[in-house]
């Protein structure tokens, strides 16, 4: 009985599937906030340009 519970790998292997998930994850939302800082960079240097334009 503990022999074939140490020979069983099924735990191991969901626990690797979520870590992996989990790696995804993390990279997802480091890449949209990024993605989401260089945006709201972009649209703030159009904002200035358009009110310079307009007030000028």
């Known amino acids: 009985m503990i022999k074939s519970f140490l020979r069983d790998e099924s735990g191991a292997t ?32 159009v904002a200035t340009s358009v009110d310079s334009a307009v007030s000028g």
Do not use: H, P
Request: overall charge negative; proline content about 0%; hydrophobic content about 55%.
């Open 14 to 45: 969901a626990i690797e599937y979520g870590l992996i998930g989990t790696l995804i994850s993390i990279a997802i939302i480091v890449g949209a906030t990024s993605l989401g800082s260089a945006l709201n960079a972009k649209f703030d240097g």
